[in-house]
């Protein structure tokens, strides 16, 4: 399974930016999608999951700022990512399981810098 994330890039504090993830390769049905970020000097945490039957979840830092979404016939994840901080800035890593949730799979990686 290859996971390609795009989408990432430069922004202002308060800005937006989207990211997308295309999973590719598989004979199976991708259950999980979701995002993660590692920033420096951090471990890599949840950003947004979404399984395939709907439910989602989110880290506590993005609630209300960030929406995670799916297309379950192109085995793609997207996540919009408003009112964007600083403290958002990482490498944003799409992940994939079988199973309802999980990170089985995980894609290169997408910088995303925010500035202040």
Excluded: H
């Excluded at 989602?56 to 901080?85: E, H, W």
Aim: glycine share 16%.
């Amino acid at each position: 399974v290859q996971l390609q994330a795009s989408g990432g890039g430069l922004v202002q504090a308060g800005g937006s930016l989207t990211l997308s993830c295309a999973a590719s390769g598989t004979i199976f049905k991708i259950n999980y999608m979701g995002w993660y970020r590692e920033a420096p000097g951090k471990q890599r945490e949840l950003v947004a999951g979404i399984s395939s039957g709907g439910r989602i979840d989110y880290g506590d830092s993005v609630k209300g700022r960030f929406t995670i979404s799916r297309d379950n016939g192109k085995d793609t994840v997207y996540l919009q990512m408003n009112i964007l901080k600083p403290e958002d800035t990482g490498i944003y890593y799409c992940a994939a399981d079988r199973a309802a949730w999980g990170t089985e799979y995980w894609g290169k990686g997408t910088l995303v810098t925010v500035s202040s």
